[in-house]
Every structure is written in structure tokens, then in C-alpha cells.
T-cell receptor, first 112, second 113 residues
Framework: DTGVSQDPRHKITKRGQNVTFRCDPI?????LYWYRQTLGQGPEFLTY????????KSRLLSDRFSAERPKGSFSTLEIQRTEQGDSAMYLC??????????FGPGTRLTVL | DQQVKQNSPSLSVQEGRISILNCDYT??????FLWYKKYPAEGPTFLIS?????DKNEDGRFTVFLNKSAKHLSLHIVPSQPGDSAVYFC????????????FGTGTRLLVSP
């Protein structure tokens, strides 16, 4: 078991560009979550998948954000037309049904 | 509206002594609580959890206490070690059907030799 992995670990982009992050959950975990953490704050929930179905989205997730989890395996989070306010650590977590969530190392996004 | 609060942004403790980190919550629907430890540039690492049907859970040097009437939980680390120096987040879930975690703002623990 290699844990939750995320790629890339760091991303620097210019305002207006699109970015995509990938998360590979722990195998056999059917639930996958995305969170965002900004400086001085705890992680904030963005969206949740059970298998391939996206079942909940936070109001933090504007229409510039989209997430997918094809075939219930890895997930991608795309941000279109990035803004400086999107700069944050994007965290992915997975769990097996209602149980402890295990987090990946995160993707640090910097929008210039 | 901060539903999970960690009012102490930092705590300094000497090696070998007890560290006590506190967390308060406002949502009475929360029924599962977790503590995570986070090092810089890494994701949160799960430490210990407690269900609302219990008032104490212990795992090695880590013990979590839950006081439901006061809507308060605490994490005790005994004995504290320099490697415990990190940011500790309290998280709660249970008011939705899918275990969305609501985090506090964290407490930075520094354990000095």
C-alpha cells in the first residue's frame, strides 16, 4: 500500500492559464475527496466522489473548477482561467466507506 | 462561521512533558472527531479518532478525550518528543451523509529538547 499520491507536487502558472491536478487514491478505497488549504487555515472541503459518481460539491467550487473520477479510480481536478486567489495547497484524500480519510502530500499551486 | 475552533495558534512544551491541544465545536450533529498532524509541504497525517459514543480513545502516546456536553475535545501527547513538532488539526464530521471533514485552523506544537 503506497498511500495516496498526487501529481504534480508543485505548479506555478500565470493568471488565466488552465491547470490540472491528479490524485491516485489508496487502492480499494471507494471514496475520494478534494480539499483546499490556504495559509493559516485548515483544509476546506471542495468535492466528494463515491466510486465514479461526484455526489457533493462545495460552494467554494466555482464553475471554473471541474473534477472527475473516471472508472472510480484516479481523479483529476481542473481549474480553468486561474486567478491569484486560486493559489493554495490542493489536497486529495481517500477512504473506504465512512472511515478515516487518508491524505496525499498535496499539490501547491502558485498563480502569478 | 467556524464550526471547529482551535483557539491556541501555538504551544511550546519541553521534551518529556505532556502536550495538551484543545478543540471546540459548535455543531451538535458532529459525531466523529479526528486529529491530524501536518508537517510543512506535506499532507495531513492521521493520528487518532474518536466516535461520539466514547469519551476517550488511546493509542500509544496519544489520547483523545471528548466532552460532548461541553462540545470540547483534547489531544494529549505523553511524553512529548521533538519529532512531535508540527501543526495539529482537529477535524469533525457527521452532519452530512458522506463524512465531509470540517477542520479547525490548527495549533503549532513546538517540543524543545
Amino acid at each position: 500500500d503506497t498511500g495516496v499520491s498526487q501529481d504534480p507536487r508543485h505548479k506555478i502558472t500565470k493568471r488565466g492559464q488552465n491547470v490540472t491536478f491528479r490524485c491516485d487514491p489508496i487502492s480499494e478505497h471507494n471514496r475520494l475527496y478534494w480539499y483546499r488549504q490556504t495559509l493559516g487555515q485548515g483544509p476546506e472541503f471542495l468535492t466528494y466522489f463515491q466510486n465514479e459518481a461526484q455526489l457533493e460539491k462545495s460552494r467554494l467550487l466555482s464553475d471554473r473548477f471541474s473534477a472527475e473520477r473516471p472508472k472510480g479510480s484516479f481523479s483529476t481536478l481542473e481549474i480553468q482561467r486561474t486567478e491569484q486567489g486560486d493559489s493554495a495547497m490542493y489536497l486529495c484524500a481517500s477512504s473506504y466507506d465512512p472511515d478515516t480519510q487518508y491524505f496525499g502530500p498535496g499539490t501547491r499551486l502558485t498563480v502569478l | 462561521d467556524q464550526q471547529v475552533k482551535q483557539n491556541s495558534p501555538s504551544l511550546s512544551v519541553q521534551e518529556g512533558r505532556i502536550s495538551i491541544l484543545n478543540c471546540d465545536y459548535t455543531n451538535s450533529m458532529f459525531d466523529y472527531f479526528l486529529w491530524y498532524k501536518k508537517y510543512p509541504a506535506e499532507g495531513p497525517t492521521f493520528l487518532i479518532s474518536i466516535s461520539s459514543i466514547k469519551d476517550k480513545n488511546e493509542d500509544g502516546r496519544f489520547t483523545v478525550f471528548l466532552n460532548k456536553s461541553a462540545k470540547h475535545l483534547s489531544l494529549h501527547i505523553v511524553p512529548s518528543q521533538p519529532g512531535d513538532s508540527a501543526v495539529y488539526f482537529c477535524a469533525a464530521s457527521g452532519d452530512t451523509g458522506f463524512q465531509k471533514l470540517v477542520f479547525g485552523t490548527g495549533t503549532r506544537l513546538l517540543v524543545s529538547p
